[in-house]
């Protein structure tokens, strides 16, 4: 069953828990790609959470995770979507997508996924499909579609 969850705009004050969980999350990915590199982190996190749009996902008051918004003129960037290990495989992260997709109804939607990453099947599963790749990233996206009408 997926948890009940949350959504709330990050805080300064959340920046050290969700950079310690990106790191939980990602790290054995970027080793993997010997790209693993702790001021990297930092720095990426940093610039992603400066961008304003970082949203932290919290179940029964508790941080659970987070996930990065950012609408700009040619849909919506997605990034740092990162759940506390034990939360994932439950639904949550496909519950918090399925909602900002929801959200922002009618918008394309980019994100980058590193390579050999498994969350690549997690966003297929959500509808995006390969559009690129960079050196240690792969470009998927999922069109804009129509809104409903009433």
Do not use: N
């Amino acid at each position: 069953m997926t948890p009940a969850y949350s959504l709330r705009s990050a805080a300064e004050a959340d920046f050290e828990a969700l950079l310690d969980l990106s790191i939980r999350v990602m790290r054995a990915h970027l080793e993997r790609l010997g790209r693993y590199d702790p001021a990297r982190r930092r720095a990426r996190m940093r610039t992603a959470f400066e961008g304003g749009g970082m949203r932290v996902i919290e179940v029964q008051g508790l941080t659970a995770g987070c996930i990065g918004i950012e609408p700009g003129p040619e849909g919506v960037e997605l990034h740092s979507l990162y759940l506390e290990p034990a939360l994932q495989g439950r639904g949550l992260g496909a519950a918090v997508v399925a909602d900002v997709l929801a959200m922002h109804a009618g918008a394309a939607f980019r994100i980058e996924v590193l390579k050999q990453s498994p969350a690549r099947r997690f966003w297929e599963r959500q509808g995006f499909a390969l559009v690129g790749e960079q050196p240690y990233d792969w470009l998927l996206a999922r069109p804009a579609r129509g809104v409903p009408s009433v």
